[in-house]
């Protein structure tokens, strides 16, 4: 058996399951306290020290154009696109563009895993982090758990396996915290395929939500907010439920997300090289953003496999996220067939494309930096990243 030479860093002692994270009730679960890498999480998390500026020129040998609108919003990019598989996987949330890079690295050789997120046999919903080793194990993490998972709890197993290449699918705060440990992970290339992320809950919050929003929540497989102004839920018997976004019952859903949602700027996923999504293209399709050559190399594996077309803008959000955010702010719950009338007329005349992405930008942030305000006041100024600043700041706030 032949030795692993481990990188030389500091470790700590994970803590135990159950035990109070540095970052307190702002934590968002993504897995590095579990790990010896604990030592690093007060300059690593998030929630503790926010450090996009510096993150996004080691990712990417570059901070954003705050003066270009699209880096303001998206990040720093190479090109933004819409894509969709010609031939999509079976039992896939969309198409399978996700899981087709990953399979594809896999099988190239550019990669010796996947860290990715299959769920328990028990519960569809709880998330499972694993390092797949095969197009199987791949495939079994297909379709996106809402719930906050410790993916990077599989650090340490990364490193006693003496991996050196590696894919790592994440969200906004698990990417930024991989990001800041990276250097002391050994590796001789890491990956990264983000995906945009917004309002996770715990499994409880998750129930709540199906239970005050879906007519089945029993026999719910997936669902998405989408650009139809829509909650799509996928069912057991393939069918297709869908409730207008106004129709929510906000009254009893504003406190079921988790604070570090509630917190959180980074939708687009910044620091990865590649993102996958779907807010930014047309209905039925996959916006792709490319950060970077090692997104692009990524994205090159799949290109013969997908279609693609052009990212566009219509429409303005400006009033319509205006108006959103007292409503927002005092739970406003429309009658079923307001809501539904409202519905059909935004998506008529409302913001499609990138203006539907920025929509979705603006009204979280203006949402998120209300709560940091008002639950987290000492944080506000370094914690909410410039770019946020700037955003937000095109809107009037209630105090």
């Given at each position: 058996?032949?030795?692993?030479?481990?990188?030389?860093?500091?470790?700590?002692?994970?803590?135990?399951?159950?035990?109070?994270?540095?970052?307190?009730?702002?934590?968002?679960?993504?897995?590095?306290?579990?790990?010896?890498?604990?030592?690093?999480?007060?300059?690593?998390?998030?929630?503790?020290?926010?450090?996009?500026?510096?993150?996004?020129?080691?990712?990417?040998?570059?901070?954003?154009?705050?003066?270009?609108?699209?880096?303001?919003?998206?990040?720093?990019?190479?090109?933004?696109?819409?894509?969709?598989?010609?031939?999509?996987?079976?039992?896939?949330?969309?198409?399978?563009?996700?899981?087709?890079?990953?399979?594809?690295?896999?099988?190239?050789?550019?990669?010796?895993?996947?860290?990715?997120?299959?769920?328990?046999?028990?519960?569809?919903?709880?998330?499972?982090?694993?390092?797949?080793?095969?197009?199987?194990?791949?495939?079994?993490?297909?379709?996106?758990?809402?719930?906050?998972?410790?993916?990077?709890?599989?650090?340490?197993?990364?490193?006693?396996?003496?991996?050196?290449?590696?894919?790592?699918?994440?969200?906004?705060?698990?990417?930024?915290?991989?990001?800041?440990?990276?250097?002391?992970?050994?590796?001789?290339?890491?990956?990264?395929?983000?995906?945009?992320?917004?309002?996770?809950?715990?499994?409880?919050?998750?129930?709540?939500?199906?239970?005050?929003?879906?007519?089945?929540?029993?026999?719910?497989?997936?669902?998405?907010?989408?650009?139809?102004?829509?909650?799509?839920?996928?069912?057991?018997?393939g069918s297709t439920e869908t409730v207008p976004f106004f129709g929510l019952k906000t009254n009893q859903l504003k406190d079921v997300f988790a604070p570090s949602c509630m917190s959180c700027f980074d939708y687009v996923n910044s620091?990865?090289?590649?993102?996958?999504?779907?807010?930014?293209?047309?209905?039925?399709?996959?916006?792709?953003?490319?950060?970077?050559?090692?997104?692009?190399?990524?994205?090159?594996?799949?290109?013969?496999?997908?279609?693609?077309?052009?990212?566009?803008?219509?429409?303005?959000?400006?009033?319509?996220?205006?108006?959103?955010?007292?409503?927002?702010?005092?739970?406003?719950?429309?009658?079923?067939?307001?809501?539904?009338?409202?519905?059909?007329?935004?998506?008529k005349i409302g913001p499609k494309g990138l203006e539907y992405a920025r929509f979705s930008i603006d009204s979280h942030f203006t949402r998120n930096y209300l709560y940091v305000k008002r639950n987290y006041a000492k944080k506000l100024?370094?914690?909410?990243?410039?770019?946020?600043?700037?955003?937000?700041?095109?809107?009037?706030?209630?105090?």
């Amino acid at each position: 058996m032949t030795s692993v030479d481990f990188p030389k860093h500091k470790k700590a002692k994970a803590l135990k399951p159950g035990s109070r994270r540095p970052a307190k009730e702002l934590c968002s679960e993504c897995g590095l306290c579990d790990t010896y890498y604990v030592h690093y999480v007060k300059s690593a998390c998030a929630f503790i020290n926010q450090q996009f500026e510096e993150l996004e020129t080691q990712s990417h040998g570059r901070d954003r154009n705050l003066d270009n609108p699209d880096e303001l919003y998206f990040g720093v990019h190479q090109e933004m696109m819409a894509a969709r598989k010609t031939e999509p996987i079976p039992g896939a949330q969309w198409t399978g563009i996700v899981s087709t890079i990953a399979i594809e690295m896999l099988n190239r050789g550019l990669v010796e895993g996947v860290v990715c997120v299959q769920n328990t046999k028990e519960d569809r919903f709880q998330p499972m982090p694993v390092i797949a080793r095969t197009s199987e194990e791949i495939l079994a993490a297909r379709v996106n758990k809402p719930t906050l998972s410790p993916n990077l709890s599989v650090l340490e197993e990364i490193e006693k396996s003496g991996m050196k290449r590696l894919l790592v699918i994440g969200v906004g705060c698990q990417i930024q915290a991989l990001r800041a440990v990276e250097k002391q992970l050994g590796l001789e290339k890491l990956y990264v395929l983000g995906t945009p992320c917004v309002d996770n809950v715990t499994r409880a919050g998750l129930q709540k939500f199906l239970d005050t929003t879906s007519r089945s929540p029993e026999t719910v497989v997936y669902y998405e907010f989408m650009q139809d102004f829509r909650v799509h839920f996928k069912h057991e018997d393939g069918s297709t439920e869908t409730v207008p976004f106004f129709g929510l019952k906000t009254n009893q859903l504003k406190d079921v997300f988790a604070p570090s949602c509630m917190s959180c700027f980074d939708y687009v996923n910044s620091l990865a090289d590649l993102v996958v999504g779907y807010m930014g293209a047309p209905f039925g399709w996959q916006w792709i953003v490319v950060r970077n050559d090692t997104g692009k190399e990524m994205l090159s594996l799949v290109q013969e496999q997908i279609q693609t077309q052009p990212v566009f803008a219509k429409g303005d959000r400006k009033q319509a996220v205006q108006q959103s955010i007292p409503a927002y702010d005092k739970g406003v719950t429309l009658p079923m067939w307001a809501a539904k009338l409202m519905g059909v007329v935004i998506e008529k005349i409302g913001p499609k494309g990138l203006e539907y992405a920025r929509f979705s930008i603006d009204s979280h942030f203006t949402r998120n930096y209300l709560y940091v305000k008002r639950n987290y006041a000492k944080k506000l100024e370094a914690h909410v990243p410039e770019f946020a600043k700037r955003i937000v700041g095109q809107y009037k706030l209630p105090d």
